[in-house]
């Protein structure tokens, strides 16, 4: 079983690293400065907030679901803490009220789609504009640059003498945690089953509303975590913080090879993605190559990828379906033969 | 069933014997094989005109398969269908309608968002004399034809507005509409009461007239005895015999069937109950059924007989927590217990296997062993980790009890047989340990061999103290599995029978209507059946009218603020007015000219975008990158326009134009020839054609001195008052209206997003035709992003970026479902002033337009709840499955 598993996750993931191993390979040779301490750091520092926001959003997508008001959370995140800090709320109990207020804010999606099962497409694209307008109510267009030594430490140094940036911390820890769940746990197994087919996980006794609830919750509260860790990398809070990241993830997401139709995918998968589209981006950068311009990248690269794999998918099934019907002809030339001899 | 045969054998066959009828159509030699499965082996039968034949066969025999055959759903591997002597290559189920064979499905694949009318003339509309289509005269002969069966509802409601029995009758009219030389009918009873089955005899004589020739397929063994002249027995995807009526008694045909004496496939029964394990009192759920009480006790098998629709699977429903009741009680054991979820009544002890085994029971791309474990897989976790050999241990004995024939644990399901996909739904129930077990239609679709096995479980499991409830269509197997019988007709029990009184005809009486005077029955005469021809049970079952049509007690306000919620262009109508009454008070400006005349500026460019995005959801897609397209367009027009001020302003938007409809045609090729899906393609293609976009401008803008000024008054051009974009817009409204109504192209759409299956099935280009809402949309787009750089003249590479929030939400405020089949552009218009109002009355009021973000967000928010709570109350008011 353990090996089967192996096999399933290194197909597609096996394919990204291979890319992100050429992609790597490239730019060690021919982008200056790109393997660089330096720079290798601050370009993961520069995927912290996404990299945490992945995996909630990873959760979800396997479940039939999508939270397109990640980045709004994180932004809402961002501005409370900074209004909290303005109002000389000690550090610890201002990261706490934001954490909770994230997943209020998670509740709130989870709650108008289980309780009034709305598609989440929808309900979070109106959260979406709902949280950062909120955002934008609560602190206009200003944003609050002084902040505490120890939020602007954690933004800015690296760990010890490593040159893992602290910023990349929670998600280090968290994913292991979230891999573990998703593919070792009663809850993973019951999330993939709501992906699979959300009629019969019901009725095997999977408390579809509730998980799914929950599942927004844990987003909503990674959300705030990813806005406390933006606030302090970019030593601002801003209403306009971190717009247009819910595609990034999303991208990320799918292109991890976790199935929109969702029950198919795993984390694996996702994290390879995470690297290479943030090695892409870095290499752009450093090629002068603006934000919008790497879309160009990232977005042909989301849509080729999908593409090549369903065309392999197709040639698959049809290969596989003219082994069965050369079999079946086979069985059948075998009967008739019978047949023949029976005298009928 | 010995009395049965004796009442059908003398079935007088006016002439059948004596003059042989025409031979019309009918399969030749044809063989069909599924992906390792043989459904049908060398089957030749003829259908002649003004007879039926009738096709019997057990459940998997073959029946559908060649019903399908006939109807153009299916190819055969193997030998032809032919019609009037020659063979037929029947690619789709409109050459099968051209060739005048008329289908009734007994799964019909109809269109929900559609009306009734469309539904039934969908594969051959009616015209005018200007080619359009002709609903008023579509709705004409859809009443009559809907007369003539005895469904007396408007023709021009949407098709989801009725229920299963009523939604045969459509099917049923559907195929009189083709006026056909063949007519198959698969199974058009199951859902319909007496009467009804008599009004559709009564419609097949009068076809045995018109010389009609027809195929009946039927489990009802009384029917086949009135309609049928000849009868052809399958088993096993071979044809076993093709007799004359008068010369196939029951019991022959029967034996036919199963290939083996009935004693064989139905085990010894025990006789020893315990205790009572679970009683139901008063259990009703409004409008579905009433007044259920009965009783089981442990190791007893109790049916559940009864016609589709009568409520059986209902009750299982609630028994198991999926639904809930409206009152009544259930008690399992000595506690009363009322399940909020399937979770709660698992956990009490009780298991459902379910009739739907693809959407109910198993997940079809996961594996045996997956799908085994899933309903106690915490039982397989050790701290809270899942350890293999756990899992295999909780899953292996079942399985291999049942002897189920398999790979590999990790062997997907839908790999296997029917029945031995049955055996893993056993095997996951039997895994829970539970004190009853209700089994919902468990050998439906199973191979007669499978199907004793599962017998014999379930007769071991009542003699191990389960408790089970059988729902079953089958008679034979009510009549031999159960100790006693249950028959439900319309939501009430109509009878119940002992072991030793039941009998096949008596449960068919019972729940086909004629009174057999057992508790349980309210209304026993059959002039009361009757007045509920369309059956509602809304005669007892209170709240259960419309309020709009209850009388005038309703007070005007009640019954507007109705109108208001359920019609979405008259809420927003209202909305509107919400907004800008307070806000002309507080502000006159509101209303001035200038203003007037910029919001309708505003709401031409939003409009017409809107459009372009409902093309797209209605087909039950979504394009994510339509901002993107108008900010690409307008830079490049803008652009050609600086870079050569000579080019003619007309020019300059049909190259913005020409750049949305590239950008849309790779978006639809992706969607339709790639097969990703479009929320994919099109998250990827905005962050694509942005790019492209910001390459293109390299951070430079263009302002409105670089450009003519017959471009920038373009836009700002006005004719009587009216403000050009503005009528542009008006113009794309009814153009667009227009097409989605009276054009085939525009009623595919809708009907792509209602059931894109079921549209490919009857024939619709639906690759083409999405691949044209794309392209279109794109075109529209593009066209907008002139207007756009027209409107706002300075332009750079970040125009209309995050605007694709606006337009989704205009869409979906709108009325346009995000599922697709259904939205107008009338409701599209009106949300897209309802936000611009807003953004309007929120600046003139001198609110923070920093506050407008959350105020949308709001907006979009109310009015998917108000939605989903509408069509929540749709559902409970009239509806009875």
């Not at chain 1, 709650?111 to 694209?125: A, C, D, E, G, I």
């Not at chain 2, 227009?738 to 059931?755: C, D, H």
């Amino acid at each position: 079983m353990m090996k089967r598993v192996l096999r399933r996750m290194a197909g597609w993931s096996g394919f990204l690293a291979a890319i992100f191993a050429g992609v790597l390979l490239y730019a060690t040779v021919a982008v200056p400065h790109f393997a660089t301490a330096f720079n290798l750091s601050q370009a993961a520092a520069g995927f912290s907030e996404k990299a945490i926001l992945l995996l909630p959003m990873a959760l979800l997508i396997i479940a039939r679901e999508i939270d397109l008001s990640v980045a709004s959370i994180l932004a809402l995140a961002s501005v409370i803490l900074g209004i909290l800090i303005r109002a000389n709320v000690p550090l610890p109990a201002a990261i706490l009220v934001v954490l909770f207020a994230g997943a209020m804010a998670g509740a709130l999606n989870g709650l108008l789609v289980t309780r009034f099962n709305l598609p989440s497409l929808v309900v979070t694209l109106g959260t979406m504009a709902l949280f950062r307008g909120i955002g934008y109510i609560l602190l206009g267009t200003g944003s609050v640059n002084e902040l505490p030594d120890a939020l602007t430490d954690f933004g800015i140094n690296m760990v010890g003498a490593t040159a893992i940036p602290w910023t990349m911390v929670p998600f280090l820890l968290l994913a292991p945690v979230f891999v573990m769940i998703l593919q070792w746990t009663a809850w993973g197994r019951k999330i993939y089953a709501i992906g699979g087919n959300p009629s019969v996980a019901l009725y095997s006794g999977v408390r579809v509303r509730r998980l799914r609830f929950w599942l927004f919750v844990t987003s909503g509260l990674m959300c705030a975590l990813a806005g406390i860790v933006f606030t302090a990398r970019l030593s601002n809070a801003r209403a306009d913080n971190a717009l247009g990241f819910e595609l990034d993830v999303i991208t990320m997401v799918l292109l991890g090879g976790i199935s929109v139709f969702g029950g198919r995918g795993n984390l694996i998968g996702v994290f390879w993605a995470l690297a290479l589209v943030a090695a892409i981006r870095n290499i752009l950068g450093l090629s002068q190559v603006g934000g919008d311009g790497q879309g160009v990248a990232i977005g042909l690269l989301l849509v080729l990828s999908l593409l090549l794999s369903n065309s392999v998918q197709n040639l698959l099934d049809k290969v596989r379906t003219r082994r069965l019907v050369k079999t079946m002809a086979l069985r059948r030339s075998d009967t008739t033969d019978l047949r023949g001899a029976r005298g009928n | 069933m010995s009395g049965f045969a004796s009442n059908f054998t003398s079935q007088p066959n006016d002439g059948t014997d004596a003059e042989v009828h025409e031979i019309i159509a009918g399969l030749r030699s044809v063989t069909k094989s599924f992906g390792g499965t043989l459904a049908v082996d060398d089957v030749s039968f003829d259908l002649r005109a003004g007879e039926v034949l009738a096709l019997l066969g057990e459940n998997g025999a073959g029946k559908s398969t060649c019903v399908k055959l006939l109807a153009g759903v299916y190819q055969p591997d193997q030998g032809h269908v032919f019609l009037e002597g020659r063979p037929l290559d029947l690619r789709s189920p409109v050459a099968a309608h051209h060739h005048g064979i008329a289908v009734m499905h007994q799964h019909p694949g109809l269109f929900d968002d559609l009306s009734i009318a469309e539904n039934m003339f969908i594969t051959h509309v009616r015209r005018d004399n200007w080619g359009l289509l002709d609903h008023s005269g579509m709705s004409r002969e859809a009443r009559n034809l809907l007369e003539a069966v005895g469904l007396l509802v408007d023709p021009d409601q949407p098709l989801s507005r009725l229920r299963t029995s009523e939604r045969q009758l459509v099917e049923i009219a559907k195929a009189l509409a083709v006026d056909a030389r063949v007519l198959i009918m698969d199974e058009p009873t199951a859902a319909l009461s007496r009467r009804e089955v008599d009004r559709l005899f009564k419609v097949v004589d009068g076809l045995r007239e018109r010389q009609v020739a027809m195929m009946f397929v039927s489990h009802r063994m009384e029917e086949i005895y009135r309609i049928a002249d000849r009868v052809a027995v399958l088993r096993d995807g071979k044809l076993v015999a093709v007799t004359p009526v008068s010369e196939m008694p029951h019991d022959r045909a029967v034996q036919l069937m199963v290939g083996r004496p009935l004693s064989d496939i139905y085990p010894a029964l025990h006789a020893k109950f315990g205790d009572m394990v679970l009683r139901v009192q008063g259990l009703t759920r409004s409008g579905v059924f009433e007044n259920i009480s009965f009783t089981l006790k442990r190791g007893e098998i109790l049916g559940f007989a009864g016609l589709v629709g009568s409520g059986r699977t209902e009750i299982a429903r609630v028994l198991f927590g999926v639904d809930h009741a409206t009152s009544g009680s259930i008690h399992i054991g000595e506690q009363q217990t009322s399940f909020r979820s399937p979770a709660d009544a698992m956990n009490a002890g009780l298991a459902y296997v379910s009739e739907d085994r693809i959407g109910q029971s198993l997940i079809m791309d996961f594996g045996i062993l997956t799908n085994g474990s899933l309903p106690i897989i915490h039982q397989a976790t050790e701290f809270g980790i899942i350890r293999s050999r756990r899992e295999l241990g909780l899953v292996k004995p079942d399985l291999e009890r049942l002897r189920l024939r398999f790979r590999s644990f990790e062997q997907p399901v839908n790999t296997l047989s029917g029945g031995n996909q049955q055996k893993v739904v056993l095997s996951k129930w039997l895994a829970t340990t539970p004190r009853v077990i209700i089994f919902d239609e468990p050998t439906q679709g199973i191979d007669v061999q499978t199907k004793a096995e599962v017998h014999a479980v379930i007769a071991d499991l009542a003699r191990q103290g389960i408790g089970i409830i059988l729902i079953s269509s089958e008679l034979p197997e009510l009549v031999s599995m159960c100790h006693r019988v249950l028959v439900l007709r319309e939501g009430l029990i109509s009878a119940e029978f002992e072991r030793n009184e039941v009998s096949q005809e008596k449960i068919m009486y019972a729940a086909t209507g004629i009174a057999a005077g057992q508790h349980g029955l309210r209304f026993g005469s059959e002039s009361a059946a009757e007045s509920s021809v369309s059956g509602r049970v809304c005669q007892q079952v209170a709240s259960c009218d419309e309020p709009a049509a209850a009388p005038s007690r309703q007070s005007i306000a009640r019954v507007f603020l109705h109108h208001v919620f359920t019609r979405r262009e008259l809420g927003l109508l209202v909305a509107i007015a919400a907004v800008m009454i307070p806000v002309s008070a507080m502000n006159p400006r509101m209303v001035s000219s200038s203003n007037l005349v910029a919001l309708s500026m505003d709401g031409a460019l939003l409009f017409i975008v809107a459009v372009a995005q409902m093309l797209v959801l209605i087909t039950r897609n979504i394009d994510l990158s339509v901002a993107s397209v108008i900010g690409l367009a307008a830079y490049v027009s803008a652009d050609a326009l600086r870079d050569y001020p000579g080019l003619n302003i007309a020019l300059a938007l049909a190259l913005a134009s020409a750049v949305g409809l590239v950008c849309g045609l790779v978006n639809g090729l992706v969607v339709t020839f790639g097969r990703v899906p479009a929320i994919v393609v099109t998250l990827g293609t905005l962050a694509l054609y942005r790019g492209l976009d910001s390459l293109i401008a390299h951070g430079k803008q263009i302002s409105a001195d670089q450009v003519p000024a017959a471009w920038l008054d373009l836009t700002s051009r006005s004719f009587f008052g009216l403000p050009g974009v503005a009528i542009l817009a008006a113009g794309v409204l009814l153009v667009f209206a227009f097409a989605l109504r009276y054009l085939s192209v525009g009623r595919e759409l809708f009907a792509i997003g209602s059931n894109p299956d079921g549209a490919r099935l009857i024939g619709i280009k639906v690759q083409t035709r999405v691949l044209g809402a794309f392209a279109c949309a794109g075109l529209l787009a593009g066209f907008d992003g002139a207007l756009w750089a027209s409107r706002y003249a300075t332009i750079d590479a970040r125009v209309a970026s995050g605007f694709e929030l606006t337009v989704i939400a205009a869409v979906v405020v709108g009325g346009v479902a995000i599922r697709g089949g259904s939205g107008t552009i009338v409701g599209v218009a009106f949300g897209c002033l309802t936000l611009l109002v807003i953004r309007n009355g929120l600046t003139l009021v001198r609110v923070d337009p920093l506050w407008l973000q959350a105020v949308y967000g709001l907006v979009i928010l109310i009015a998917i709840t108000i939605d989903a709570l509408v069509g929540a109350r749709r559902r409970l008011v009239g509806r009875k499955r």
